[in-house]
């Protein structure tokens, strides 16, 4: 072997063994990046960061490009070695473990330990200069197909996993990186936790159970209406009739504002008893209260027994927290 030919093998070794570095701290900066950030950034014209934020949105094929410049580089590394020990009379198994001997720690500390590390750390200064590499290493290697038969194998192998995260799953990350960076404070960060926790509760849960209700009669004198207003400082409650069922529900500030001598019977004042089921969940029935004005409803089971009472405030509570007024 020329001095040349020596030259170019140990550059060509070099390029694989860095190049299998570059790759293995670009795949943790990915991870690492903050794309809260990132956001704001390109929102702002940023042009590396709009670069940036173009190439992580191709999730799957960003990943392609990572695993396909690491494999090719660490093997480009690994043949160019090879040549060299060869050249230098180390051949057959000699070759395959001095090879080993050399590459294992080498690729190991310098190629994904470091780099690693350094991205993990600094992902936010190195992935924006580094983004025109991303993208011109997906261009090549989608030209070349290697990203098409990459992909391909992938989705063989995943036939019947578990689908895309899920973007409510997404936003949890991006709001514990806000939080982590400063940018969300802690009622902000809980608020939003608590409306991304409401796909998961029903009516049931946030509701005061039926007997627990206190309840109007729908024979209730005047009398009996300015006595609940001296016990209690809530104005809706549900009318019963003498068989215990629900006949509509009463504002009980309708009553008080009539003198007591006038004041109309409790089945006039009172309007019609909203119905919610209780297996509804939260967000539908909050949309459903507010579109029809709705301040209460009853809540019924499967069999369409009243179970409970809910109001907007029950309903806003899971969002805001407890609230000492409404």
């Given at each position: 072997m020329?001095?040349?030919e020596s030259a170019l093998?140990?550059a060509?070794?070099m390029?694989g063994f860095v190049?299998?570095?570059?790759y293995s701290?670009?795949?943790?900066g990915?991870?690492s990046?903050?794309?809260?950030r990132l956001?704001?950034l390109?929102?702002q014209?940023?042009?590396?960061?709009?670069l940036?934020?173009a190439?992580?949105e191709?999730?799957?094929t960003?990943l392609?490009?990572?695993?396909?410049?690491?494999?090719?580089?660490?093997n480009?590394?690994?043949a160019?070695?090879?040549?060299l020990?060869?050249s230098?009379?180390?051949?057959?198994?000699a070759?395959?473990?001095v090879?080993?001997?050399i590459v294992?720690?080498?690729?190991f500390?310098?190629?994904?330990t470091?780099?690693?590390?350094?991205?993990a750390?600094?992902?936010?200064r190195?992935?924006?200069?580094?983004?025109?590499?991303?993208?011109?290493?997906?261009?090549?290697?989608t030209?070349a197909g290697?990203?098409?038969?990459?992909?391909g194998?992938g989705?063989?192998v995943?036939?019947?996993a578990?689908?895309?995260?899920?973007?409510r799953?997404?936003?949890?990350a991006l709001v514990?990186?806000?939080?982590g960076?400063?940018?969300l404070s802690d009622?902000q960060?809980?608020?939003?936790?608590?409306v991304?926790?409401?796909?998961d509760k029903?009516?049931?849960?946030?509701m005061?159970p039926?007997?627990?209700?206190?309840?109007v009669?729908?024979k209730?004198t005047?009398?009996?209406?300015?006595?609940?207003?001296?016990?209690?400082?809530r104005s809706?409650?549900?009318?019963v009739?003498?068989?215990?069922d629900?006949?509509?529900?009463?504002n009980?500030?309708?009553a008080l504002?009539c003198e007591?001598a006038s004041?109309?019977?409790?089945?006039e004042?009172?309007g019609?008893?909203?119905?919610?089921e209780?297996?509804?969940?939260i967000r539908?029935?909050?949309?459903t209260m507010?579109?029809h004005?709705m301040?209460?409803?009853m809540v019924v089971?499967?069999?369409?027994q009243?179970a409970?009472?809910?109001t907007?405030?029950?309903?806003?509570?899971p969002i805001?927290?407890e609230?000492?007024?409404w």
């Amino acid at each position: 072997m020329t001095p040349t030919e020596s030259a170019l093998c140990v550059a060509g070794m070099m390029v694989g063994f860095v190049g299998s570095a570059l790759y293995s701290g670009l795949e943790t900066g990915v991870y690492s990046l903050n794309r809260v950030r990132l956001q704001v950034l390109a929102h702002q014209g940023l042009a590396a960061a709009r670069l940036l934020r173009a190439e992580t949105e191709r999730v799957t094929t960003l990943l392609s490009t990572l695993l396909i410049g690491n494999n090719i580089m660490n093997n480009l590394g690994v043949a160019m070695l090879g040549i060299l020990l060869e050249s230098r009379g180390v051949t057959g198994w000699a070759n395959v473990i001095v090879n080993t001997m050399i590459v294992t720690p080498v690729l190991f500390v310098f190629g994904e330990t470091l780099p690693k590390d350094l991205f993990a750390a600094y992902a936010d200064r190195l992935m924006y200069r580094l983004a025109g590499v991303l993208r011109v290493s997906r261009w090549v290697f989608t030209a070349a197909g290697l990203v098409a038969i990459t992909e391909g194998v992938g989705r063989l192998v995943s036939r019947g996993a578990s689908g895309p995260v899920h973007p409510r799953w997404r936003v949890e990350a991006l709001v514990k990186e806000g939080l982590g960076h400063g940018l969300l404070s802690d009622e902000q960060t809980a608020i939003v936790g608590r409306v991304l926790g409401l796909s998961d509760k029903r009516v049931v849960d946030e509701m005061t159970p039926w007997q627990e209700v206190m309840t109007v009669s729908l024979k209730a004198t005047t009398d009996d209406l300015w006595a609940i207003a001296d016990r209690t400082g809530r104005s809706r409650f549900p009318v019963v009739d003498e068989a215990g069922d629900v006949a509509g529900v009463l504002n009980l500030r309708d009553a008080l504002i009539c003198e007591r001598a006038s004041c109309p019977s409790v089945s006039e004042l009172m309007g019609p008893v909203e119905i919610l089921e209780g297996t509804m969940p939260i967000r539908r029935a909050l949309s459903t209260m507010q579109a029809h004005r709705m301040p209460m409803a009853m809540v019924v089971d499967d069999d369409g027994q009243p179970a409970g009472l809910v109001t907007i405030k029950d309903l806003v509570e899971p969002i805001t927290g407890e609230l000492s007024s409404w």
